[in-house]
């Protein structure tokens, strides 16, 4: 019984820097897919250089299935027929501390306007701030890790 008991404890406490160390990757980890804060897209963030990017995975509200999915409303007359899925939206981001990145831009399809931005993840919250000029000027929302990866959309033909 008692060395049942000892090595109980054992594997216990080789086991604890482990469990300690998933749960820090877990909180510094900004890679994968991320629902964004009003549940109706999902972006793929990846390595990109030295940095991180970000690209639109899924388009989960769809007001008209019917008509394809492009970035209408971009301030640029000429980028208006891409398509919106695939789309960057997040580039330029540099590791500015241990949960954050920084230093780079952010797309806002709804608005057709880019902004600069800071990411920081704790746990399954990304936090996406974006903002003109300083972080004080600015408009911080809330994405989910995505628990399973929605059905990646496909570009229009």
């Known amino acids: 019984m008692r060395t049942l008991r000892t090595l109980i404890v ?11 160390q998933a749960s820090a990757a ?9 629902i964004t804060d009003k549940g109706d897209g999902a972006t793929e963030i990846r390595p990109c250089g030295d940095g991180l990017c970000g690209y639109i ?3 989960l509200s769809v007001p008209d299935p019917s008509l ?15 398509p919106l899925c695939g789309l960057q ?12 990145f ?10 057709g306007k880019s902004y600069s931005v800071e990411i920081t993840v704790q746990g399954k919250t990304l936090s996406v701030r974006g ?18 990866a929605p059905k990646k959309c496909s570009p229009p033909a």
């Open 57 to 59: 995975y899924a388009i």
């Open 26 to 34: 877990e909180r510094t980890d900004f890679t994968g897919v991320w």
């Open 68 to 82: 394809p999915q492009r970035d209408n409303r971009n301030e640029k007359a000429e980028l208006r027929k891409r």
């Open 10 to 20: 054992a594997v216990a406490l080789l086991s604890a820097p482990l469990v300690s």
């Open 102 to 111: 920084g230093d780079g831009w952010v797309y806002d399809p709804e608005t």
């Open 131 to 148: 903002y003109i000029g300083t972080k004080l000027m600015g408009r911080t929302v809330q994405w989910t890790r995505a628990a399973a």
């Open 89 to 100: 939206v997040l580039g330029g981001l540099k590791k500015v501390s241990e949960n954050a």
